[in-house]
């Protein structure tokens, strides 16, 4: 195990060269530790072309960009990824690591804690430093979101995944500056053990799930997949885009990207409709982050009551023609 | 030499079991329910078995699960037997029960799967409905330094390499990767298959192969756990739900639509 440093390291993500919109939130956790621990805030970024993220990172508060550029890391493939990391690791030896529970993050992270022999905290809504241990604590969901644990890590470095809408991102300010540090890492294209062949993507004919502003969403009481269409018409008029519980997709009645929960897409719309669907924790993982929530469901002691702003306690095949018509007629 | 294909396997409280069942016990540190209600094989590693068991069926090849746990329901930890597979080891140990963190499991999963000998392919299921840490089947490729490939929605074997469709967010790549490798594999593989009558016969008769800790090669510090559970806590929940009252569903429909666009919400 190597000694532990001091200060928070927050590994950053980018999207077409900028830093992603979840390492933002990132950064402000760890702006909270950084105070907690009395260390230094840096940002360690892997990829290709870093000059603007790396920019974005200082204006978002870090004292020092650690960047590992190479071309080989142009598509961020894992393995060579976590090369870098390690590396970056090595060279920096912070105390606290944050990744963003993307679908990137939560794979390297457990693969970086495994390489240095320490643990991780998985999944976490908030972290916290223990005062006189130095302890990284966090408190996370488990059993899908019916219980709540509160973990605390008992080695170093200590590893935290963070749920990306746990924290409201800082304003960036411009005028902030300081130090990008170029980290040499050797990496060669043999460290990659997987290769990909073909990367097939979905047609997206109308607005992405993870930036609509309303979703419209059915689960299994729509009991079969005609309904569907009804919620694609009425995506279109508010243009907005079709959700699915896992018991729908499981059902084969929608095609598997239409998830939303625990293992399916994260939603944080301003609206999210919700007919047919019970509301189990699972499901609400992935959309307990919209502004509102409306249930329509027959059963009024369904779960999803429990988290919906509102309720219709009836039929959705009463309710959805003419919540339909009137939208027509807005 | 036909495929070894070894799949891991969870033992975990039914995530369907109504939550009035579940209750934290008095030391806050675990989730309890009642004797009378069975755990269940975890979700996503009964998929796994069925990807396993349909590379046996086009290819030929042996399949072995492999548990570890403080104590085991054969009835319901023999399912994958039941379904097809050919070969149960569960690492079965008090010192095993409500392991603490990823690490600790990793480390016995590894011990386990180093002592049942050569393998081609590892198959896991992407998380357990437990916890949901996602976590155990990348450390395990780590420790026992293979390439590995999460969210597995098919899973193919051609000469020496494994051919996955991986989930992305936006679709599936298809890659590779020389055996021996790790795989996760999701719900999107598809249901996994109903025990048939010839193999629920073949899988009384089949007896566990039970390691305890003193059968695992280990260093002393293993079970030594990297991550601490404080306590459990029941979430809060602060929504107050308002119900749209009206003389029937239509008119809701009606109500809930102007009550929206007057919100600004749509
Ligand atoms: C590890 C794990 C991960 C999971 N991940 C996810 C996930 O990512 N996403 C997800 O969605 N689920 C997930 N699940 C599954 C989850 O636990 C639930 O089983 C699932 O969300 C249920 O879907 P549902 O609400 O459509 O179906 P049900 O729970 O069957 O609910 C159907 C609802 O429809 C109502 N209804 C029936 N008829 C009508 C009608 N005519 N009009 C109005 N309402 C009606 C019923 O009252 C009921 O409330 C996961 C489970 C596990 C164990």
Redo the contacts with the bound molecule.
């Keep these: 195990m190597a000694a532990a440093g001091r200060g928070v390291l927050v590994v950053g993500e980018t999207v077409n060269g900028h830093l992603s919109p979840t390492t933002a939130g990132l950064l402000a956790a760890g702006q909270a530790l950084k105070q907690d621990l009395e260390g230094e805030l840096t940002a360690g970024l892997v990829g290709h072309d870093l000059t603007a993220a790396a920019a974005e990172s200082l204006q978002a508060g870090v004292e020092r960009v650690y960047i590992v550029d190479d071309v080989l890391l142009q598509d961020l493939p894992v393995d060579l990824c976590l090369h870098a990391l390690a590396g970056l690791y090595q060279a920096t030896t912070p105390e606290v690591i944050l990744f963003a529970r993307s679908p990137w993050g939560r794979e390297l992270a457990p693969r970086l804690a495994g390489r240095l022999g320490v643990g991780l905290l998985q999944d976490c809504l908030e972290v916290g430093i223990e005062p006189d241990s130095r302890r990284l604590t966090a408190l996370r969901p488990v059993y899908?979101g019916n219980f709540l644990a509160r973990v605390r890590c008992a080695a170093s470095p200590q590893i935290a995944v963070l749920r990306s809408q746990a924290y409201e991102p800082l304003a960036p300010d411009p005028d902030r500056q300081g130090e990008v540090v170029a980290v040499p890492v050797d990496l060669d294209v043999s460290q990659s053990r997987v290769r990909v062949v073909r990367r097939v993507r979905h047609e997206h004919p109308g607005v992405s799930l993870t930036e609509a502003r309303v979703v419209t969403s059915g689960?299994?009481?729509l009991?079969g997949p005609e309904p569907f269409r009804d919620l694609e018409e009425l995506a279109g008029m508010l243009g907005a885009a079709v959700g699915a519980?896992?018991?729908?997709v499981d059902a084969g009645w929608v095609p598997g990207h239409w998830?939303?929960?625990?293992?399916?897409v994260t939603v944080t719309p301003e609206l999210y409709l919700a007919?047919?669907?019970?509301?189990?924790s699972?499901?609400m993982?992935?959309c307990s982050g919209a502004k509102v929530i409306v249930a329509?469901?027959?059963?009024a002691e369904?779960p999803i009551f429990r988290e919906a702003r509102y309720g219709v306690v009836a039929?959705?095949?009463a309710v959805l023609p003419a919540f339909m018509e009137a939208v027509r007629n807005l | 030499m036909a495929l070894h294909v070894v799949v891991t396997a969870k033992q975990v409280i039914d995530?369907?079991m109504p939550l009035s069942a579940m209750r934290i016990a008095d030391d806050a540190r675990q989730v309890v329910t009642p004797a009378t209600l069975p755990p269940v094989v975890n979700?996503?590693d009964e998929v796994a078995v069925e990807a396993a068991l349909r590379l046996k069926d086009s290819h030929g090849a042996k399949v072995t699960v492999l548990s570890v746990g403080g104590q085991f329901n054969l009835d319901i930890i023999k399912k994958p037997l039941a379904m097809g597979a050919d070969a149960l080891v569960l690492c079965q140990d008090a010192a095993f029960a409500n392991l603490p963190d990823s690490f600790v499991t990793t480390q016995l999963l590894a011990a386990a799967v180093r002592k049942i000998g050569a393998f081609d392919l590892l198959l896991c299921g992407r998380?357990a409905?437990d916890w949901?840490n996602a976590q155990v089947p990348l450390l395990l490729a780590e420790r026992l330094d293979v390439p590995v490939i999460p969210l597995a929605q098919k899973v193919d074997v051609e000469q020496d390499r494994v051919v996955v469709e991986q989930l992305v967010p936006d679709g599936y790549d298809v890659v590779e990767a020389t055996l021996p490798a790790l795989v996760t594999v999701s719900n999107e593989l598809g249901a996994p298959r109903y025990p048939n009558m010839r193999n629920l016969m073949a899988a009384k008769r089949k007896r566990p192969v039970i390691w305890t800790l003193g059968d695992l090669d280990l260093d002393a510090d293993v079970l030594s756990s990297r991550v601490e559970v404080l306590e459990l806590l029941l979430p809060q929940r602060t929504r107050e739900c308002e119900f749209i009252a009206a003389e029937d569903g239509a008119a809701a429909g009606e109500k809930l639509a102007a009550m929206l666009h007057e919100a600004g919400l749509i």
């Excluded at chain 1, 519980?245 to 729908?248: F, I, K, L, P, V």
């Excluded at chain 1, 007919?275 to 189990?280: E, H, K, L, V």
Aim: glycine content about 24%; charged content about 15%.
């Design positions: 899908g689960g299994r009481g009991g519980s896992r018991a729908a998830q939303v929960g625990l293992t399916g007919f047919g669907i019970s509301g189990a699972q499901h993982a992935g329509i469901n027959t059963d369904a039929d959705w095949q | 995530p369907d979700g996503f998380q409905s949901d």
